[in-house]
């Protein structure tokens, strides 16, 4: 089908390798190509794909080691069948093991009803159906890979009264995007100890650092003991969002909680940047009072909840409607 000797090094060969190596949900892209038989003389019965997206060779690698001419064309062997005649078969040696005459009555049926027309063959982008290639057909075949599998699909709704960069923070927190020392030496970055920036104990990935870290713990007990919900017990950071939906409150108040817990994300891995780049230790208590002023000072310069002071901020306890 491709006209390179992959052994050999140089451009052809080094494309054609990386379409083999890209794959959109286990296939090729030479897997997505397919010819579609006309006279039959430029496609190779056993080496291209023709009746499927997978040459006959892999389907029936029993029968192709008895073929003796492997690169014969379809025409070669569906010459004289026009929907009607026997295949021309060419073998060194004839089917006879029960594996080999299964794999005869198969191949058989596959290629039942394949005609040969009075026209040159084609080929075809064959995704539910055949195509006319074009590189946009192609380049949505290869999106679509990107947006299944590098961007899996979550539920977070930005919050419109905290900054941009908080929300941004938790969006990529919430896809595993952000670079703790797993992420990183995931993308060999960085090599040797991946140990949590605050405990040391487990390795750095963000279940652990915002969830069962020992200064997560502590950040989530301070802010529940602050806004007066029961203790907030986290297994993984898409829980942390549901925290909001377990509360009884009104709108306006779930709407303050959820950029409580966004800026106390936010601001815990601010922590974890300053202890491991600067040597500044904080603790729980700390971050819970550094939410609390930077949280109230970003809600008096939206003006949306005019009816909340820092008093009645700092307590929690304040009318919203």
Not at 70 to 97: Q, T
Request: hydrophobic share 45%; with cysteine.
């Amino acid at each position: 089908m491709y006209p390179c000797k992959l052994s050999i090094s140089g451009t052809w060969s080094k494309l054609i390798k990386s379409c083999k190596r890209f794959k959109v949900g286990g296939t090729s892209a030479p897997q997505m190509i397919r010819g579609i038989v006309g006279n039959g003389m430029d496609i190779k019965f056993w080496i291209d794909p023709w009746v499927s997206n997978t040459p006959l060779k892999v389907l029936f690698p029993n029968l192709f080691r008895l073929e003796r001419n492997k690169w014969c064309s379809v025409a070669d062997r569906l010459g004289g069948l026009y929907g009607n005649g026997p295949v021309s078969w060419s073998w060194r040696v004839y089917p006879s093991s029960p594996e080999q005459v299964a794999d005869l009555i198969s191949c058989h049926r596959m290629i039942l009803g394949q005609c040969l027309v009075n026209r040159a063959d084609t080929w075809a982008w064959y995704d539910s159906g055949p195509l006319d290639f074009s590189v946009n057909i192609a380049k949505h075949w290869a999106v679509s890979a990107r947006v299944g599998s590098i961007i899996p699909s979550i539920n977070f709704n930005w919050c419109k009264w905290i900054p941009l960069k908080c929300n941004v923070f938790m969006w990529r927190l919430l896809l595993d995007r952000i670079p703790t020392k797993v992420a990183l030496r995931s993308r060999n970055i960085i090599h040797g100890e991946v140990s949590c920036g605050f405990c040391m104990l487990e390795k750095e990935n963000v279940d652990h650092m915002f969830t069962a870290c020992g200064m997560a713990a502590g950040l989530w007990q301070g802010i529940a003991s602050w806004v007066k919900l029961p203790p907030i017990f986290l297994f993984s950071v898409k829980d942390i969002v549901e925290v909001v939906e377990g509360s009884r409150w009104s709108k306006n108040k779930k709407e303050l909680l959820y950029g409580i817990l966004i800026v106390a994300c936010w601001r815990l891995w601010k922590a974890r940047n300053e202890r491991v780049f600067a040597q500044k230790n904080r603790n729980a208590v700390e971050l819970v009072a550094d939410i609390k002023s930077l949280s109230y000072l970003w809600l008096c310069s939206t003006g949306r909840f005019g009816g909340v002071d820092w008093k009645g901020w700092k307590s929690f306890v304040f009318d919203v409607m």
